[in-house]
C-alpha cells in the first residue's frame, strides 16, 4: 500500500524535477538567443569544438595562455572563441580595451560562478563583492597597504625570510654542506607565517611545523574548494543544488565556522584595544589598520564596514596574500636555477648591502633586485588571467581597429549584457609587440630600459598586468612585491640555488594560481639544491 507519506515525498520529488526542468530549458533557451544576438559573432576568431565545451577543453588542457596567444597570432589582437555551451567569450590584448574594462567596474564584473565559489570562503570579503558595497570596503581598506604602512611591515618580512635562511642553513647543515629542499613548501610556510603576523598580528609558526586551529581550517577549505568535482561545478551552476546535504559543503562549513570564531576573537580584541588606546605598536598589522579606519569618527556610518564584512577578510588575505607569493618566489628560484649568470649578479648587489636588515627603501633602491622582481612578475604571473561579464550594454574602444566577419574595419567592438571578457594577464605581460621577440624569455635587463609601448598596459604595478588595474586591481600589491624583495635579500644572499631534478621534469599547473609540477609524481613541489655561499 502507498503511504499518503511516500505519495506527498513523490509529489515535491516531481515537482522539484519539473522545476529543474524548466529552470534548464529556460536557461539553454536564452544561453542559445544570447548566442545568435550577440555583436561578438561578428568578430572573427576560432571554431567550436565542441556543443557543451566551445574551445574550453583546449585551453585547460594547455598552460594557461599558450592557446591564447597562438589564436592571437592566427586572428589578431581582439578576437572571439566559445566558451561554455558554445557561448562566445571575447578576447583582447588590446591595452585600450583592457584599460576600458578594468576601469569601468559598474559595467565589468566577476562573474556569478566565480563569486559563487568565492561566496563560500570568503564570505563578504573585498574579492567577493561588486558595486557600491565594494566600494566602500576599498575606501576604508586602501589607507592600510599605503606605502607608509607597507614601511612599517618590512621587518616583519626580513624577520621571516631570516627564519626561514635560519632553517635551511640548518638543513645544509645536517646534510653535510648542501641540501635538497622543496622550495614551494617552504616558501609557502614562511608566507603563510608573514600573513598571519602583518594582516592580522596571528602566529601561524609554520616555519617551526606548528599546526594550529586557523591554518588546519584555512588548509581544509582551500584543499575542498580546489578539488574540481562535477557536483561542484553544477551547484554553481543551479542555485537549488546548493540545498542538497552534501558531505564537501558540511567539510567546509565546519572549517569556516572555525574560521568565523577565531577571526570575530581577533576583531573583538582589536577594537578593544583601539578603544583602550593600547601602544601603537599592536596596530600595525592590516586587520588593526582597517578597524581603525573603519571606526574613525569622520566615517559616516553608512560608509562603515560592518562586523561581517570585516571578519569576510581575514580569509581573504590568507586566500590572496599566501599562495600567490610563495609561488612567485618559487617561480624566482626555477628561473635562477636556469639563469646562473643573473644569480650571480643578483647575489653580488644583495651582498654590497652593509647590513642584514635593510628598511624598504633600501630595498627598492637595488636596481637588479627590482628588475629580477618584475622580470620574474612579467614571465611567471601566478594568475594568468580573470574573466569579467557586462552587467549591461557596452562599448569598449580599440586602439589598434580589426577587420570583423564581414569585411567592415571597426575601430570599437559592441558588447551586449551578459558577454564575458578573458582579461589576458599572461599574454599581455609576454606580448611580442610590446616586448619584443624574446617576450617570453626570462632576462631582467630589459627593465633597465623598458620598451615605451610597455606603459600603455594598465596596470596597477608600472609595466605589468600581473595585479591588473583599476579599482580592482589587488590591493596588496605593495605588501606582495616588498615581501618578495624580502624573501629574495636573506636566501640568495646565503644560497646558491640549483634545481634537484631536470628541467624537463618541471611543468606549470594552474589551479587559482599557478605552480610548478613534478611531472614523475604529480606533486606541487620544486625541488631545489642549496649550497652555502661562501
Ligand atoms: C605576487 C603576489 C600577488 C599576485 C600576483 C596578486 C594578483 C592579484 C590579482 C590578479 C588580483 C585581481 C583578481 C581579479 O579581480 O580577478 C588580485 C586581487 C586581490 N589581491 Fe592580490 N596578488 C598578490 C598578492 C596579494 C597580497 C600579498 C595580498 C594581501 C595582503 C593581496 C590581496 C588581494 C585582494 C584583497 C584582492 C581583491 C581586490 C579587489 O577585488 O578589490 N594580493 N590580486
Same mark, same amino acid.
Given at each position: 500500500m502507498i503511504s499518503s507519506a511516500n505519495l506527498s515525498v513523490g509529489n515535491v520529488a516531481l515537482a522539484v524535477g519539473a522545476l529543474a526542468a524548466y529552470w534548464a530549458a529556460n536557461k539553454l533557451a536564452r544561453s542559445v538567443w544570447h548566442r545568435l544576438t550577440t @555583436?561578438?559573432?561578428h568578430l572573427p576568431g576560432p571554431k567550436s569544438e565542441?556543443?557543451?565545451w566551445g574551445n574550453l577543453r583546449a585551453i585547460f588542457k594547455a598552460d594557461n595562455s599558450v592557446i591564447h596567444e597562438q589564436w592571437v597570432k592566427e586572428y589578431g589582437k581582439t578576437f572571439r572563441y566559445h566558451a561554455f555551451l558554445g557561448q562566445y567569450r571575447f578576447f583582447s590584448t588590446d591595452t585600450r580595451a583592457i584599460g576600458h574594462i578594468l576601469n569601468n567596474t559598474q559595467v565589468w564584473v566577476k562573474p556569478e560562478l566565480m563569486r559563487n565559489s568565492l561566496a563560500a570562503i570568503l564570505g563578504e570579503g573585498v574579492l567577493f563583492t561588486e558595486g557600491e558595497q565594494h566600494r566602500k570596503q576599498r575606501r576604508i581598506m586602501n589607507p592600510a597597504f599605503g606605502i607608509a604602512q607597507t614601511r612599517e611591515l618590512t621587518d616583519i618580512f626580513l624577520e621571516k625570510s631570516a627564519e626561514l635562511r635560519d632553517v635551511w642553513r640548518a638543513k645544509v647543515a645536517e646534510g653535510g654542506g648542501s641540501a635538497e629542499v622543496d622550495a614551494l613548501s617552504w616558501l609557502s610556510k614562511a608566507t603563510l607565517d608573514i600573513i598571519g603576523l602583518a594582516g592580522?598580528?596571528?602566529?601561524?609558526n609554520a616555519l617551526k611545523d606548528q599546526s594550529n586551529e586557523l591554518s588546519d581550517a584555512f588548509g581544509a577549505v582551500f584543499s575542498t574548494s580546489q578539488q574540481f568535482r562535477l557536483l561542484n561545478f553544477l551547484r554553481n551552476v543551479i542555485p537549488?543544488?546548493?540545498?542538497l546535504p552534501n558531505k564537501q559543503q558540511r567539510k567546509t562549513d565546519e572549517a569556516r565556522a572555525v574560521m568565523d570564531r577565531i577571526g570575530m576573537e581577533l576583531i573583538t580584541e582589536k577594537k578593544r584595544a583601539i578603544r583602550a588606546g593600547e601602544?601603537?605598536?599592536? &596596530?600595525?598589522?592590516l586587520l588593526t589598520l582597517l578597524i581603525r579606519a573603519n571606526m574613525?569618527?569622520?566615517?559616516p556610518p553608512h560608509l562603515r564596514l560592518s562586523d561581517e564584512e570585516v571578519l569576510g577578510q581575514v580569509p581573504t588575505f590568507l586566500v590572496a596574500g599566501h599562495e600567490t607569493t610563495a609561488s612567485t618566489t618559487t617561480w624566482c628560484f626555477y628561473a635562477l636555477s636556469q639563469h646562473l649568470d643573473v644569480q650571480a649578479k643578483l647575489r653580488e648587489e644583495l651582498l654590497?648591502? @652593509?647590513?642584514?636588515n635593510p628598511t624598504m627603501d633600501d630595498l627598492n633602491a637595488l636596481p637588479y633586485l627590482d628588475a629580477v622582481v618584475r622580470e620574474t612578475m612579467r614571465v611567471?604571473?601566478?594568475? &594568468?588571467s580573470t574573466v569579467r561579464v557586462a552587467a549591461q550594454d557596452d562599448v569598449v574602444p580599440l586602439a589598434t581597429p580589426i577587420v570583423d566577419r564581414k569585411g567592415r574595419t571597426v575601430h570599437e567592438v559592441n558588447i551586449k549584457k551578459g558577454d564575458s571578457i578573458f582579461v589576458p594577464i599572461l599574454a599581455l605581460n609576454r606580448a611580442e609587440d610590446i616586448w619584443?621577440?624574446? *617576450?617570453r624569455e626570462f632576462r631582467p635587463e630589459r627593465w633597465l630600459s623598458v620598451p615605451?609601448? *610597455?606603459?600603455?598596459?594598465? &596596470?596597477?604595478?608600472?609595466?605589468?598586468?600581473?595585479?591588473?588595474? &583599476?579599482?580592482?586591481?589587488?590591493?596588496g600589491y605593495r605588501f606582495a612585491v616588498i615581501e618578495f624583495k624580502a624573501l629574495l635579500f636573506h636566501l640568495v644572499r646565503a644560497f646558491k640555488v640549483e634545481l *634537484?631534478?631536470?628541467?624537463?621534469q618541471i611543468a606549470s599547473r594552474s589551479s587559482i594560481v599557478t605552480r610548478p609540477v613534478?611531472?614523475?609524481?604529480?606533486?606541487n613541489v620544486l625541488p631545489i639544491i642549496l649550497t652555502p655561499v661562501e
Open positions: @555583436p561578438l559573432r565542441s556543443f557543451i592580522f598580528d596571528y602566529h601561524f537549488v543544488l546548493r540545498w601602544s601603537k605598536s599592536v &596596530g600595525r598589522d574613525d569618527k569622520d566615517v654590497a648591502v @652593509p647590513t642584514d611567471y604571473s601566478v594568475v &594568468g619584443g621577440e624574446d *617576450a615605451d609601448k *610597455a606603459n600603455s598596459i594598465p &596596470g596597477v604595478f608600472a609595466g605589468l598586468m600581473t595585479f591588473i588595474g &583599476g579599482p580592482r586591481s589587488c590591493i *634537484a631534478v631536470p628541467v624537463e613534478l611531472k614523475t609524481n604529480d606533486t
